[in-house]
């Protein structure tokens, strides 16, 4: 697929504030600081559309992108912070549970993994998630370019063992655009 253009449409922080219109939705999910803004970014070409920062929580709402006016891109607030507090840590589980699990016209959840650390629990709690409630989703190995030789056969392996339904796994450097391409052209078929 091509992104002819990106915008901003809403952020909301509870599940009664998602947007009415009925648009396809491919979903970003993934631990926090794993790259979930910046892999939007580097896909619509876009560097200040999703905001990004070095300290992970960043994110803290559901943001909606508007793709060439056919579908939505959601970036979603990171999981497996540990500073946050138990108290929001619950209430963020809960919203991002409740709309992955309800929402109708998801298409495809990607899952982001940090390529330097493949076998984290959280992110294996949210691949038997994905599986429980049937999602389609496909994982994305995030800042490849940090990766030596050696790990990122390792990286890859440990990703496909654990993940019986995966669609499929891209590696990808947000800073070389590695995956770019591979990655737009699996969107496109979940965006039909
Ligand atoms: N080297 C390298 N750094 C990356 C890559 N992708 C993201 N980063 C860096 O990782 C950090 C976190 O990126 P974000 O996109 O803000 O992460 P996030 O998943 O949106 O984080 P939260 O919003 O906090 O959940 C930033 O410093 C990015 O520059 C990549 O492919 N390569
Ligand atoms: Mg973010």
Redesign the pocket.
């Known amino acids: 697929m091509k992104i002819r253009n990106a915008r901003f449409y809403k952020s909301v922080s509870t599940i009664d504030q998602l947007p009415e219109e009925q648009l396809p939705e491919i979903v970003f999910v993934?631990?926090?600081?794993?790259?979930?803004?910046?892999?939007l970014?580097?896909l619509t070409g876009r560097k200040g559309l999703?905001?990004?920062?070095?300290?992970?929580?960043?994110?803290?709402l559901i943001n909606y992108f508007v793709i060439n006016d056919t579908c939505f891109f959601v970036?979603?607030?990171?999981y497996g912070?540990a500073k946050v507090d138990k108290g929001r840590k619950y209430e963020w589980g809960k919203l991002l549970g409740d709309y992955v699990s309800t929402r109708d016209n998801i298409c495809l959840v990607i899952l982001?993994i940090d390529s330097r650390h493949p076998e984290m629990e959280s992110d294996h709690h949210m691949m038997d998630f994905l599986e429980y409630h049937r999602r389609p989703y496909g994982i994305v190995l995030?800042?490849?370019?940090?990766l030596k030789q050696k790990e990122k056969a390792r990286a890859r392996l440990a990703v496909k063992t654990y993940s019986s339904e995966s669609k499929f796994i891209v590696n990808?450097?947000?800073?070389s655009g590695q995956g770019k391409e591979e990655l737009l052209e699996k969107l496109a078929k979940y965006l039909g």
Do not use: F, H, I, W
Not at 75 to 78: A, F, I, S, T, V
Not at 142 to 146: A, I, P, Q, R
Not at 172 to 175: G, N, P
């Open positions: 993934g631990r926090s600081n794993v790259g979930k803004s910046t892999l970014n580097s999703a905001k990004t920062s070095s300290t992970p929580g960043k994110t803290q970036d979603l607030p990171g912070y982001l995030t800042k490849y370019d940090k990808y450097s947000a800073l």
